[in-house]
Every structure is written in structure tokens, then in C-alpha cells.
Nanobody, 117 residues
Framework: QVQLVESGGGLVQPGGSLRLSCAASGSIRSINVMGWYRQAPGKERELIATILNSGTTNYAPSMKDRFTISRDSAKNTMYLQMNSLKPEDTAVYYC???????????WGKGTLVTVSS
């Protein structure tokens, strides 16, 4: 089993920045892809970015300019740096760990980001 715990969400003004963290514990050696997703009120969950164990990153086209995914393997932690935040970025942000191609998916419980003045 793998446990993923997100943190760092909160209320931020438009134009501001936040850094989210996802701490992984448990059988993390089985995980080879991690990612950030978000779900806004009334919308489907959407991909922001993924990062492989190799460090290779992949972004959804609309997320690449303002969002940066990274990881600290020594701390078993993944990060999402979010800049120039907009009200439409308001959502619950989720961390996902996957054992590709045949393994299970693990999800955190999410952290709420609210962008509002």
C-alpha cells in the first residue's frame, strides 16, 4: 500500500503563488509515475502534470506556462509550484501515484486551493 498526503493549499489572491506538496509513504518503490490533478466545482478531474522516476515531466498543454512539477526523491515528496494564479484555478488538487503499466493507482485526499480577492 502507498499513502499520499497533499498539503500547501489555502486561500491566495489572484496573481499569487502557492507550492503544494505530496508526501508519499509505504510501498513507494512500486510507484514509477506520479502526478498532480485537480477538480474544480462542477467539473471533471483533470491532469496538470506527471513526473517519472527518471525526472521526466509531462504537462497538460494549458498548464505548462504557470505550473511546475518537481520531486525530491530523498524526501519522497512531490511538489507543484503554481504561479500567477487565477480564480479559475480554484479547485481541489490531488496527488496520484501509479505503478505503470499494470499496477494500482493511489490517490491522496486532496488539498483545496481557493484563488479569490
Amino acid at each position: 500500500q502507498v499513502q499520499l498526503v497533499e498539503s500547501g493549499g489555502g486561500l491566495v489572491q489572484p496573481g499569487g503563488s502557492l507550492r503544494l506538496s505530496c508526501a508519499a509513504s509505504g510501498s513507494i518503490r512500486s510507484i514509477n509515475v506520479m502526478g498532480w490533478y485537480r477538480q474544480a466545482p462542477g467539473k471533471e478531474r483533470e491532469l496538470i502534470a506527471t513526473i517519472l522516476n527518471s525526472g521526466t515531466t509531462n504537462y497538460a498543454p494549458s498548464m505548462k506556462d504557470r505550473f511546475t512539477i518537481s520531486r525530491d526523491s530523498a524526501k519522497n515528496t512531490m511538489y507543484l509550484q503554481m504561479n500567477s494564479l487565477k480564480p479559475e484555478d480554484t479547485a481541489v488538487y490531488y496527488c496520484r501515484g501509479s505503478a505503470v503499466p499494470l499496477g494500482p493507482d493511489y490517490w491522496g485526499k486532496g488539498t483545496l486551493v481557493t484563488v479569490s480577492s
